[in-house]
């Protein structure tokens, strides 16, 4: 986020990644980098700090795109260090593991969803605004296209020039549909990703089947079916970058398709957000602040039962 953004945003990103960096310090318990290779016909893969083991964090996306000291400046973010020295986030005795991501679309997601299969009380799906979960949920098909097709009036939905100008570095400001999306791609460009990015030669890609959804409608297990095989793939970042020569910006995504039905020409993939929309939604949180809401009352929206602490060592 930009260095010149709102001041409340800037103490409740301080917050929050002083407190996700000091979780990353702590004994690495986790499973890592894992595979499902054992189930036949899966591909379940996620990356956490243990896809590394010589660095505590890195610049990849699985470690919040961390880049270094570097990047504090000064005005808007020495004085958020300044009033928020040595504060938390906190729950059950422990730092929080304070995920983020760039926008969730109108509804967080689950932990594990992205991550391990662990309960992560504070990392759970919100709303990005007032109000409750949709319901139907976002699991469900019908429910997402309404939800695609009829944004919700979240915080996230933001198309005000003055305020992403204000809260958006200048190289994400070439990213403009980033609460709603479409992506175009052809079927044999998608056969081809999914070989050179996953490793799986399941040939030209014959059709995209939603398995298990979030309750933001992020994908967390995707079956793709081409000429030679098919297979189950996931977690949400795996589908992300299986579908795209970068990676897609979220897995909370429609499928459709143009041309015949048992071979169609074109998968068109429409969806929501940016990121994995875990925890604190970047912009949401920004619009928050924009609007006069305190740090204490963002933190406390996006990471439920949380409390604000001073952390000791």
């Given at each position: 986020?930009?260095?010149?953004?709102?001041?409340?945003?800037?103490?409740?990103?301080?917050?929050?990644?002083?407190?996700?960096?000091?979780?990353?310090?702590?004994?690495?318990?986790?499973?890592?980098?894992?595979?499902?290779?054992?189930?036949?016909?899966?591909?379940?893969?996620?990356?956490?700090?243990?896809?590394?083991?010589?660095?505590?964090?890195?610049?990849?996306?699985?470690?919040?795109?961390?880049?270094?000291?570097?990047?504090?400046?000064?005005?808007?973010?020495?004085?958020?260090?300044?009033?928020?020295?040595?504060?938390?986030?906190?729950?059950?005795?422990?730092?929080?593991?304070?995920?983020?991501?760039?926008?969730?679309?109108?509804?967080?997601?689950?932990?594990?969803?992205?991550?391990?299969?662990?309960?992560?009380?504070?990392?759970?799906?919100?709303?990005?605004?007032?109000?409750?979960?949709?319901?139907?949920?976002?699991?469900?098909?019908?429910?997402?296209?309404?939800?695609?097709?009829?944004?919700?009036?979240?915080?996230?939905?933001?198309?005000?020039?003055?305020?992403?100008?204000?809260?958006?570095?200048?190289?994400?400001?070439?990213?403009?549909?980033?609460?709603?999306?479409q992506v175009r791609l052809p079927a044999e460009q998608a056969g081809e990703l999914i070989r050179s990015k996953i490793g799986l030669d399941l040939g030209r890609l014959l059709a995209l089947r939603p398995v298990e959804r979030?309750?933001?409608?992020?994908?967390?297990?995707?079956?793709?079916?081409?000429?030679?095989?098919?297979?189950?793939?996931?977690?949400?970042?795996?589908?992300?970058?299986?579908?795209?020569?970068?990676?897609?910006?979220?897995?909370?995504?429609?499928?459709?398709?143009?041309?015949?039905?048992?071979?169609?020409?074109?998968?068109?993939?429409?969806?929501?957000?940016?990121?994995?929309?875990?925890?604190?939604?970047?912009?949401?949180?920004?619009?928050?602040?924009?609007?006069?809401?305190?740090?204490?009352?963002?933190?406390?929206?996006?990471?439920?039962?949380?409390?604000?602490?001073?952390?000791?060592?």
């Amino acid at each position: 986020m930009s260095a010149e953004s709102p001041p409340e945003l800037a103490r409740a990103h301080a917050v929050i990644s002083r407190s996700w960096l000091l979780a990353q310090l702590q004994p690495r318990v986790g499973k890592g980098q894992a595979a499902s290779a054992s189930l036949p016909g899966q591909h379940i893969r996620f990356y956490d700090r243990e896809a590394h083991t010589r660095f505590d964090v890195c610049a990849d996306d699985h470690c919040q795109r961390y880049q270094g000291v570097g990047r504090i400046r000064p005005g808007v973010v020495h004085d958020a260090l300044r009033d928020t020295r040595g504060q938390v986030l906190s729950h059950g005795g422990q730092v929080c593991d304070a995920r983020f991501s760039k926008c969730c679309g109108g509804v967080t997601e689950d932990f594990r969803l992205a991550w391990d299969e662990v309960d992560v009380p504070y990392l759970v799906p919100v709303v990005d605004g007032p109000g409750t979960l949709p319901d139907p949920p976002l699991t469900d098909e019908g429910a997402l296209q309404r939800y695609l097709g009829q944004p919700p009036n979240a915080y996230c939905n933001c198309r005000d020039e003055a305020i992403l100008g204000q809260i958006l570095n200048a190289y994400d400001r070439q990213t403009q549909d980033f609460f709603r999306w479409q992506v175009r791609l052809p079927a044999e460009q998608a056969g081809e990703l999914i070989r050179s990015k996953i490793g799986l030669d399941l040939g030209r890609l014959l059709a995209l089947r939603p398995v298990e959804r979030g309750l933001s409608g992020r994908l967390k297990r995707l079956e793709l079916k081409g000429e030679r095989a098919a297979v189950v793939i996931g977690k949400e970042l795996e589908i992300r970058r299986a579908l795209s020569p970068t990676h897609l910006l979220s897995s909370a995504f429609q499928i459709a398709t143009e041309g015949p039905a048992h071979r169609p020409d074109l998968f068109v993939l429409t969806g929501a957000g940016w990121g994995h929309g875990v925890g604190l939604c970047q912009i949401g949180a920004a619009v928050m602040a924009w609007k006069g809401i305190g740090y204490q009352a963002i933190l406390a929206h996006y990471y439920p039962g949380s409390t604000l602490q001073r952390w000791y060592g």
